[in-house]
């Protein structure tokens, strides 16, 4: 089975993702953690790869084809999950053409949807100990006292990224260029749509129930 999953930042997809493979088994394909493995394992792809990623610049769609064709050869597993991958209408076609050659085909198109005022309050809610990592929310996580960790007592803070403003801004982004590729799997007839807005076990739950695993 192959499917993409995709989220919009601040949606569990990660977590998501992290229960997929935990719990069901699914490698995982994540293009910034297999950029970085290429480039360091020294093969003449990562060569390649590093090239560009040197000169500051972005990676060739067909490199990242090539990739993909490699990953799924060297992985050849059942349960294969693109994670955040496509990011756009390019990407899309370019997992196609790389799966039909293959041989293999996609599953489903799996997008977690969560309202997006829900999902920007839950951002702007988002606290960080700055010891031990934990992550609280005022809302529904509050620490037991304001701004302190309840583990170790160390100061709370909240990210930079984590305002209204800027998160906003990369969630807009992140709408408009996934639109089109929502648009691309439900034309395909293999988007699916899970309601992100519950807790963590209801959408794992969710997700396992459409995938049937
Ligand atoms: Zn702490």
């Given amino acids: 089975m192959i499917i993409v999953f995709l989220g919009p930042p601040g949606s569990g997809k990660g977590t998501q993702a992290d229960i997929l ?65 496509p990011r756009n209408l390019a990407q899309a076609e370019v997992l196609d053409e790389g799966l039909k050659e293959y041989g293999d085909d996609l599953d489903y198109a799996v997008y977690l949807e969560i309202d997006e005022d829900n999902l920007l309050a839950r951002i702007v809610n988002r606290r960080f100990c700055s ?21 170790d007592g160390a100061e709370l803070t909240q990210r930079k990224d984590d305002t209204e403003e800027v998160f906003g801004t990369r969630l807009k982004v992140y709408l408009e260029e996934t639109k089109p590729v929502l648009d691309y799997y439900r034309q395909a007839g293999k988007l699916h749509t899970i309601d992100g807005d519950y807790d963590i076990e209801d959408v794992s739950r969710a997700v396992a129930e459409l995938l049937g695993v």
């Fill in 131 to 151: 010891k031990c990592g934990e992550i609280y929310n005022l809302i529904s996580k509050p620490p037991k006292q304001a701004g302190i960790c309840d583990n």
């Fill in 21 to 85: 493979h935990d719990n069901h088994g699914f490698f995982h394909f994540d293009t910034g953690s297999r950029l970085r493995a290429e480039i360091a394992s020294g093969s003449e792809l990562g060569q390649r790869i590093a090239s560009f990623t040197n000169a500051g610049k972005l990676v060739p769609i067909e490199i990242i084809k090539e990739m993909i064709l490699k990953f799924l050869r060297e992985a050849d597993a059942e349960r294969i999950m693109f994670d955040g991958f």
